[in-house]
């Protein structure tokens, strides 16, 4: 068996999508997998052992391209692939295996795919979780009509490169000395995502007078919010906060993230990370639900107000108050964590 896999494009999506790969390695352990993914997915994907290679698409997030997606999948017939899962909704993400002449051609409904795929799924509100979805196309159709027949769920779990890490703490002039709380307080969505700057430095704070150290990850984007965060820390607990959004890769952010004993985290691609390296997680959750994307782990505490208008899934508050952020205090991020130190 030969699979191909389209895969997501955001980071969070393609960390959970490594249960499905781990479903697919179980059913059928000789099965090659290889996946359709962003170049900044490769890095991700090394870290699944389940998966044989990434190939990288050339064309980007948004573009059609009907003639380039053609020629991708024309030059991907003679990998003779036996099989193709589509993780994304779109129709144009089911058009090169049907190029590619990839005789099963799986997935969701989505855009009305009918004839796009083959082995088509169109019952997706039965699985309330988005790793249920994922993990079900693992499965054959007629097994599988509602999540709690899917016989397992793992979990993602990315390896961790020691190498990679200490030559990503010495470039950064980091240690361990103190035992670390990652933040991880950006999140592409949007700012209904994004739990106030202050508050995550009263909880840097808080547990730099304990004895903790604090590593704030993040892409450039972050840079500003992280940076202010920092200077929130009175002038001498600032040694012991560490702004590292924009400067670390994201496979850097990866293992790094393996070194803290804790995350706290917004709902963001980083905390689906900090799950899958076997973290602590404290999710901090504002106009998103954890009944669809929670983080992956046995050990996790998920935050949220119970404000009448969340969960509302806006990228932006519709009433202009992010009340559903701005009324999660940081005693209840502090509390959460500390039910993991008692």
């Known amino acids: 068996m030969k699979i191909l896999i389209i895969g997501p494009s955001w980071v969070g999506d393609m960390v959970m999508s490594q249960s499905l790969f781990i479903s697919l390695k179980k059913r059928h352990p000789n099965a090659l997998i290889d996946v359709l993914a962003p170049a900044w997915c490769k890095p991700i994907l090394d870290r699944m052992p389940e998966v044989n290679q990434a190939i990288e698409m050339p064309i980007g997030h948004g573009s059609f391209n009907l003639k380039g997606r053609y020629q991708l999948g024309k030059s991907l017939r003679e990998a003779k692939y036996t099989h193709s899962i589509i993780m994304p909704n779109s129709a144009k993400s089911a058009l090169i295996p049907l190029f590619a002449k990839i005789p099963l051609r799986t997935g969701w409904k989505g855009e009305s795919r009918y004839g796009l795929l083959n082995d ?26 509602h999540g709690d027949q899917i016989p397992e769920l793992p979990y ?3 390896v961790v490169d020691d190498a990679v890490q200490a030559s990503a703490m010495a470039r950064l002039s980091l240690d361990t000395k103190r035992p670390v709380i990652g933040m991880c307080p950006g999140a592409e969505f949007g700012p209904s995502k994004r739990w ?50 924009g400067k670390t890769n994201l496979i850097e952010a990866v293992d790094l993230i393996a070194a803290c004993k804790t995350v706290v985290s917004n709902d963001s691609g980083l905390m689906h990370i900090a799950a899958a390296v076997s973290c602590n997680v404290v999710a901090v959750y504002g106009s998103t639900s954890p009944d669809y ?13 119970d404000i009448d208008c969340r969960p509302c899934f806006k990228r932006e508050c519709p009433y202009q108050h992010l009340k559903c952020l701005k009324e999660l205090p940081p005693e209840q991020v502090i509390a959460a964590i500390n039910r993991f130190t008692h």
């Open 293 to 305: 994307t929670p983080p992956l782990s046995k050990t996790v505490e998920i935050v949220h107000t």
């Open 196 to 245: 106030p700057e202050q508050y995550f430095a009263k909880v840097a704070t808080h547990f730099i007078q304990q004895g903790y150290q604090v590593w704030l990850f993040g892409s450039q984007k972050d840079e500003a919010v992280t940076q202010s965060i920092v200077g929130h820390v009175a002038p001498e607990q600032q040694e012991h906060c560490h702004s590292l959004a």
């Open 120 to 145: 088509i799924r169109t019952n997706k509100k039965e699985f309330g979780l988005v790793i249920e979805r994922y993990c079900s196309l693992a499965y054959p159709k007629a097994a599988m009509t």
């Open 156 to 158: 993602p779990k990315l």
